[in-house]
């Protein structure tokens, strides 16, 4: 059973957009913590944007602040990752994760629940 589902992905020019998408199960979109990572070329995979689901918190990494917006439709137990203004650093295969613990920070150990991931490229 698929319980995240990632899609969006592409191949882009630099000052491009593009939207990723993350359809969850209904037991995972209701997690503490579901958000973005993202593992570039001999790179360690990074948290890009976390959406505490109380709405206590949102995070997102510095490199992509003012670039990036995180947002859901719970509707659709659906997360998307809007990007803007991409740039070659960017590139990157893009993951959706959910940290399922019950309250508190959630820890980069806490996301145990991953999406197959979608690439993303930004050429210059």
């Known amino acids: 059973q698929v319980q995240l589902q990632e899609s969006g992905g592409g191949s882009v020019q630099a000052g491009g957009s593009l939207r990723l998408s993350c359809v969850a199960s209904e037991l995972i979109y209701s997690s503490r913590c579901i958000g973005w990572f993202r593992q570039g070329p001999g790179k360690e995979r990074e948290a890009v944007a976390v959406l505490y689901r109380d709405g206590s918190n949102t995070y997102y990494r510095d490199s992509v602040k003012g670039r990036f917006t995180i947002s859901q439709d719970n509707a659709k137990n659906t997360l998307f990752l809007q990007m803007n203004s991409l740039k070659p650093e960017d590139t990157a295969m893009y993951y959706c994760?959910?940290?399922?613990?019950?309250?508190?920070?959630?820890?980069?150990?806490?996301?145990?629940?991953w999406g197959q991931g979608t690439q993303v490229t930004v050429s210059s």
């Open positions: 994760a959910a940290a399922r613990r019950n309250e508190g920070y959630c820890y980069k150990n806490d996301y145990t629940v």
